[in-house]
């Protein structure tokens, strides 16, 4: 299924997956924490797509119907575990996150294997996004989430790439969290034996727009037409100067190709 965010989406379960990576297990981890480090990832992330904190028992719910280990047939959701969520809501971002361009522009593309001009539109906004540790117990849930806290503050993790297929040609694109500066909270629950912490962050998203030239318009006749091979636009590629004397028009003086 088609998806204009799924890029972005994409991009964020590779920077949790590199935060899961840099994970460094101590000593005076507790037993929890290093079993998460030690998990794969499938059995110690989920994706909770604009599922909030709000929904955290579902969340728990369809977590501990998982059979993360197919060799043992009782239940094998494994605690701690993280969360993930987009939120549905979206938000144009302001100028000083950067340029919108709502009128198009003519642009080439950098990797393109011909010199064909295409038209541009770069959308920015903002999307909420939320991360949820849930653990046994208070000490390894404060501990992750501050490994994580630590994470999104170094410098190479303020943000991340997004791979769009712009006119078939893959291109990256940079969002990054609003800010690095995060705070976590202990989200309450019910059930006495789970610890939840949470930390929301905003994030700058850039989604650009490649297309050519439309059907049954003019174009430069290069391309097929479709999303993957779009028709170039036309362009000028020689220009006649001609002298003009006494009211009579001579042969072209140059031609500039």
């Known amino acids: 299924m088609s998806d204009l965010f ?3 989406k994409v991009g964020l379960g590779q920077y949790m997956t590199r935060f899961k990576q840099s994970l460094i297990v101590t000593h005076n981890d507790s037993a929890a924490v290093q079993d998460f480090a030690n998990r794969t990832l499938p059995k110690s992330m989920v994706f909770a797509p604009s599922r909030m904190i709000d929904a955290i028992e579902d ?4 977590w501990r119907k998982n059979t993360n280990d197919a060799t043992k047939a009782q239940s094998t959701a494994f605690l701690p575990m993280i969360a993930v969520a987009i939120a549905r809501d979206y938000t144009p971002a302001s100028p ?17 294997p011909d010199e064909r001009s295409l038209k ?14 849930i ?21 190479q993790n303020r943000g991340f790439d997004a791979v769009y297929n712009l006119a078939g040609q893959n291109e990256s ?3 990054s969290w609003d800010s690095q500066d995060v705070y976590p909270m202990s989200v309450p629950i019910a059930q006495t034996n789970l610890a939840i912490q949470k930390v929301d962050l905003l994030l700058n ?17 290069i391309g097929t037409g479709t999303p993957n091979d779009p028709f170039g636009l ?23 190709t």
């Not at 653990?135 to 410098?155: E, G, I, Q």
């Not at 998203?205 to 006749?221: E, F, R, T, V």
Request: positive net charge; proline residues 7%; contains cysteine.
């Open 6 to 8: 799924l890029p972005v």
């Open 59 to 62: 969340i728990l719910s369809a």
């Open 96 to 112: 000083s996150q950067g340029m919108m361009l709502g009128d198009a522009i003519d642009v080439k593309l950098p990797n393109y």
């Open 120 to 133: 541009m539109e770069l959308i920015r906004g903002q999307l909420r996004v939320q991360v949820v540790v």
């Open 135 to 155: 653990a046994p117990d208070d000490s390894s849930a404060k501990s992750l989430m501050m490994r994580f806290c630590h994470f999104v503050r170094r410098y």
């Open 173 to 175: 694109w940079f969002n």
């Open 205 to 221: 998203i850039a989604i650009p727009m490649i297309y050519g030239a439309a059907s049954g318009q003019p174009n430069s006749g």
């Open 234 to 256: 036309p362009v000028v590629t020689q220009i006649n100067l001609w002298q003009f004397n006494l009211g009579q028009i001579n042969a072209p003086d140059k031609v500039v």
